[in-house]
């Protein structure tokens, strides 16, 4: 027996083989992974397409991407990124008439502007899913990650796990005074900022409040970006608005006979 085990010693001590082991231990996790992900050139694991990210929904539903507009029709999307009013001044994003976050987002997003509408306020969506690859273009202008997702880690927004918004009146569709405007890479914009009038610190604090008791973050640096504290148990995805749109289109809604002449054409 105790030479069994001098011979065994023996083989695995070989120069040879230790390197043969060394790469095999490098290479496990890429075996242990599921397929489902692609590794890109930062070492992160990316999902590219539909057809991969459907596989792990139907792992796990929870992973599902929500149409915002289907879900909650009510909420006022305003995507910079579709447009040039952004900090890089060009659009990133096709035009879009509604944009996608992952179930639990998307449904605390209609609880939290149920509960809004009750005071006469509502939701504006500046940004919410982005595909990472437009996370690599802003980066560049920034390169500082305080203000902008470093694609080295990726952004809870590419794990459609964060949402940039804002609160508006419901009767004059103002946005509410946060103090600045949308991505504005100053201190002025951080949450420990204080140097602002009463309403403004206030109309802050009802929308961190608000957010935080349907389960989302801060950031500290940007009053207007939160997301899911699990965000990383969802994939980053590089998946275009095209290809998402056209592959989570639900069945047509069809109207009855009855109610179809009241439609306007
Ligand atoms: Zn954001």
């Keep these: 027996m105790i030479e069994a085990v001098k011979y065994i010693n023996k083989i695995i001590h070989r120069p040879g083989l230790r390197v043969v082991c060394y790469i095999v231990f490098l290479l496990t996790p890429y075996f242990l992974r599921s397929q489902d992900t692609v590794l890109n050139k930062h070492g992160l694991w990316i999902i590219d397409n539909v057809k991969m990210l459907q596989k792990t929904i139907s792992k796990n539903p929870a ?38 976050l992952r179930k639990a987002a998307a449904d605390s997003l209609s609880a939290i502007q149920k509960e809004l509408n009750k005071l006469g306020l509502g939701i504006k969506v500046f940004d919410a899913y982005r595909p990472y690859s437009i996370t690599e273009k802003m980066w560049e202008p920034v390169q500082d990650d305080r203000y902008a997702a470093d694609p080295k880690k990726g952004s809870g927004h590419n794990r459609g796990a964060a949402v940039d918004l804002t609160i508006i009146n419901l009767a004059t569709k103002e946005e509410l005074n946060m103090g600045t405007g949308f991505d504005n890479f100053s201190d002025t914009a951080h949450h420990a900022f204080t140097n602002l009038p ?38 980053l995805l590089d998946i275009s608005f095209k290809d998402l749109v056209s592959k989570q289109k639900t069945k047509p809604v069809y109207v009855k006979k009855s109610t179809r002449r009241n439609l306007q054409p």
């Design 63 to 100: 992973k599902r991407m929500v149409d915002l507009n289907q879900q909650t029709p009510a909420l006022i999307l305003d995507l910079r990124y579709c447009t040039s009013n952004n900090f890089t001044m060009q659009p990133l994003y096709p035009p879009l008439k509604t944009t996608y």
């Design 198 to 235: 009463e309403a403004v610190l206030q109309n802050r604090l009802l929308l961190k409040t608000i957010m935080e008791q349907h389960g989302f973050k801060a950031l500290d640096t940007e009053w207007w970006h939160y997301y899911l504290p699990n965000a990383k148990d969802f994939e």
